[in-house]
């Protein structure tokens, strides 16, 4: 799924990453631990192709994403990755349904697929009766479980997660936490999560830790 190869990245400096090398299988669910400063969110960033490493190899379903063209990798990052971030990142002028279904229309999905997508993906994280609602009408814990639903849209097989308990309650996150793993089980898919939030952590298949741009 996913192979990290001598991975470097400098801001001015400051060295944030100091050769990575890491494998992630299908289907697995990795979380990434370590204080703050150790570079966790970097490494994420450069996994989702939204950056790029100073050196070293980054291949994502037996694609070696260094070497595409910009456009190309923007339809790359669109149709076969997923983001979820810590705040959810929604439109406020949107519907719910409507903000899991862009993604899907800049992937040129038809209207009624997209709309079909979307409401399935809204029936199974229980939101059928919110579908109409705009963000300022959800909680909090509804709020990320839209979010999630449009990460998962495009059928992405790789699934990037950022802090993305970090700001629910106890109970939203055992129940987002949950989701992970149901979805899973559904789909899949594989999930990376940069998390300080050691229950879920534990939870994981595997979890990494980084200390100091480097991974222990």
């Known amino acids: 799924m996913i192979q990290l190869t001598g991975i470097t990245k400098r801001f001015d400096n400051l060295q944030v ?97 997209a709309d079909m997508r979307a409401r399935e993906l809204l029936d199974f994280m229980g939101l059928s009766d919110r579908v109409t609602h705009k963000p300022n009408e959800l909680s909090g814990g509804e709020k990320q479980r839209v979010a999630v639903a449009r990460a998962l849209v495009n059928q992405p097989s790789l699934i990037l997660a950022d802090e993305p308990s970090g700001s629910l309650d106890s109970r939203n996150k055992q129940e987002l936490h949950q989701l992970f793993f149901d979805l899973r089980d559904k789909f899949r898919q594989t999930f990376i999560i940069v998390t300080h939030d050691e229950h879920l952590a534990r939870l994981t298949d595997r979890t990494i830790q980084m200390v100091d741009g480097r991974i222990l």
């Open 17 to 113: 990453l100091k050769g990575i090398d890491l494998q992630i299988e299908n289907s697995e669910i990795v979380s990434i631990v370590g204080p703050s400063g150790a570079g966790k969110t970097t490494l994420l960033q450069i996994m989702g192709t939204l950056d790029r490493p100073d050196s070293g190899r980054v291949i994502i379903d037996d694609t070696d994403v260094l070497h595409l063209k910009e456009r190309t990798l923007s339809a790359f990052r669109n149709r076969r990755i997923g983001f979820v971030f810590q705040f959810h990142q929604l439109l406020p002028e949107f519907t719910a349904l409507e903000n899991v279904m862009i993604p899907a229309f800049i992937a040129g999905v038809s209207k009624r697929e």
